[in-house]
């Protein structure tokens, strides 16, 4: 199944926030939305989601319009992973992973012990299982954002969407998190992050996409798209792309803003 | 949290037992006392429609006073606990009350129009409670028509402007009203009381409290969602604007109800859902059951004490602040602490 977008213009109405944006995520895939502050990331998640109506063009889920689509079946074809839990009530990691099944529940019924057993899972999966009944607001950013993914695989949707996984996260917890992502996708997930990292982009997307002033700046696979040229256009400064030798012997590729000259 | 998962049959078992005793009790004290004997077999002939022995004076005390009182004091708090709890999910506000969208305001204004027409006790109650309806369905309308980017913050405002301009009705009735006839009516209305209820007010409200808390617990896993972010509810699969709709709904019908019947009375849906959490954390399944019971057995146990600690009686509404307060104050600190 495919989630795919065709000459999609989004935003709200009176104000286009991006246009002419294509796209198409298979299994197994990673897509990276890259753009600077304000460039309709996250607006551009919501209207694939089909949680804001496209003001042209179309998102479709498996060939149908995702409007078109009740909302418990696009919640089990998508899920979203928000940049960071938010609510008024202390739920614990194992509560906020059960709400993942709703969209596999009839209207009047709450998850089964079946249902609470594959929301354990989900968080044994991501390795913090043994956090299961400790409150949300007691463990650490990266756990957290843990289990919201948890909560994403618990909907057992082919696809994730991940609005900035990053944000908000120390540097260990990041990597953490993009590791995490790279196995998802070995397991055949299809996945879309977006992230102000391109670094991140580099360890493990194959493909990108860049937004810019309400357009797609540059689109392609991510070894010849994110290169010197464009990252400077995207972030309006000059970027370089270095080649370094990483610890295990590997070459890996990383994004290094060049330092504008003292003023004098 | 204090009782997990499996053990919340076991609770709620207890606190029905604690329950049936306290409104034994409740029954049995008062400015006429019943002897635990003479209130058995005016219970037991009442049920099995036998003699019971019993002079008339304690039969009708216990079933045609006290008795609709309790019944009415506990639908009553259960109807608020349970509205309270539903309004803070969907408002994903722990500090929300029942009369977030002024249902009480429009509920008062309703029984005092009531008041100065010099209608019949059931036609002013049958105000009050079109009244509330009115001014929750003002707000939802409203709500509906100002498309503002967070929905749940334009209706919350709303609530506070509409729930003021319906407070300005009743104090423009208080100052034009009778101040020997009307006035104490009004104001006696306004705390609350549970003195003046009589069996067919009990019969009129209690369905429809059982009709409005119904689809509470019916939706409650969906309301228990709807604590996230709006995206996040629906991209789980809820109908987010839907489900608070008819959650609104029906904890507004609860709301008018316990109104209605009995007054303003505050702080129970405020108070009794934050101790509903505190002892079963915030799943909203685990939260509407206990939230009913703990708010029936608060009631119950206000009232007593409204009718037994002074000659006259107590305003359950004053009472309730009285103990709200502090007790608030120490569920602060204490989901504080255990945050900490």
């Known amino acids: 199944m495919s989630l795919a977008a065709q000459g999609l213009a989004f935003g709200y109405p009176g104000r286009v926030v991006g246009r002419g944006f294509d796209m198409a995520l298979e299994a197994g895939e990673v897509l990276c939305v890259l ?107 990266g756990e957290r954002q843990l289990a919201l993914i948890a909560r994403a695989l618990a909907t057992e949707a082919t696809h994730l969407l991940m609005d900035e996984p990053t944000a908000n996260l120390d540097f260990g917890n990041q990597s953490l998190i993009l590791d995490e992502v790279a196995r998802l996708k070995a397991t055949g997930a299809a996945i879309l992050f977006s992230t102000h990292h391109p670094d991140h982009a580099l360890r493990i997307a194959d493909r990108v996409v860049m937004l810019r ?33 990483s610890g295990d012997g590997t070459r890996r590729r990383t994004c290094v803003a060049r330092q504008s000259p003292p003023l004098n | 949290m204090l009782i997990p998962t499996s053990r919340l049959p076991v609770a709620l078992a207890a606190g029905l037992v604690t329950l049936a005793v306290l409104a034994a009790a409740s029954l049995a004290v008062g400015s006429f006392p019943v002897a635990p004997r ?11 429609g036998g003699p019971s022995g019993v002079g008339d004076n304690a039969r009708a005390i216990i079933l045609e006073i006290r008795g609709p009182r309790i019944v009415a004091a506990l639908a009553v708090g259960a109807a608020l606990g349970a509205a309270g709890a539903a309004y803070q999910n969907v408002f994903r506000n722990p500090l929300v009350s029942p009369d977030i969208l002024g249902v009480s305001s429009g509920c008062a204004l309703g029984a005092v129009v009531g008041i100065l027409a010099g209608l019949p006790a059931a036609a002013m109650q049958g105000l009050a409670f079109a009244g509330g309806l009115a001014a929750a369905g003002l707000v939802l309308a409203i709500g509906s028509l100002v498309r503002g980017h967070d929905r749940v913050l334009t209706l919350v405002l709303t609530g506070v402007v509409v729930g003021s301009l319906f407070s300005a009705g009743v104090g423009f009735a208080k100052a034009i009203a009778d101040p020997y006839n ?92 934050h101790a509903a959490r505190l002892l079963a ?60």
Request: aromatic share 6%; proline share 7%.
């Open chain 1, 213 to 245: 002033g309400g357009a797609v700046l540059a689109a392609g696979p991510t070894s010849a798209t994110l290169n010197s040229e464009n990252l400077s256009a995207l972030y309006g400064r000059p970027i370089d792309v270095l080649e370094v030798a």
């Open chain 2, 281 to 340: 954390g915030p799943s909203f399944a685990r939260v509407l059951p206990l939230s009913a019971l703990l708010g029936a057995i608060f009631l119950l146990v206000v009232d007593t004490l409204c009718r037994t600690i002074v000659s006259g009686e107590l305003p359950p509404g004053v009472v309730t602040a009285i103990v709200g307060t502090p007790v608030f104050i120490a569920l602060l600190a204490a989901s504080s602490r255990r945050a900490a």
């Open chain 2, 182 to 273: 009307q006035l104490p009516s009004i104001t006696y209305w306004l705390l609350g009381s549970f003195g003046g209820v009589l069996p067919r007010d009990v019969t009129a409200a209690v369905p429809l409290m059982i009709v409005a808390i119904l689809p509470l617990a019916l939706l409650r896993w969906r309301v228990n969602v709807l604590a996230l972010p709006d995206d996040e509810a629906r991209a789980l699969g809820v109908d987010a604007a839907r489900t608070r709709f008819v959650v609104i709904g029906a904890a507004t019908l609860a709301t008018s109800a316990a109104v209605a019947m009995a007054g303003v009375i505050g702080w129970v849906g405020l108070l009794v859902p």
């Open chain 2, 38 to 48: 003479e209130l058995a077999s005016v219970l037991w002939a009442a049920m099995s």
């Open chain 1, 35 to 141: 753009g600077p502050n304000g460039a309709g990331k996250t607006t551009l998640f919501r209207t694939l989601l089909g949680l804001i109506p496209p003001l042209a063009g179309r998102v479709t889920v498996g060939g149908t319009d995702v409007r078109a689509v009740p909302r418990a079946q696009v919640a089990r074809a998508l899920a979203y992973v928000p940049q960071a839990m938010s609510s008024a009530f202390d739920f614990t990691l194992l509560d906020v992973v059960e709400m993942g099944r709703t969209a596999h529940l009839a209207a009047f019924a709450s998850p089964s012990r079946r249902d609470r057993e594959r929301s354990m899972q989900s968080l044994e999966r991501l390795g913090i299982g043994d956090l299961a009944e400790r409150p949300i607001h007691t463990v650490s950013g």
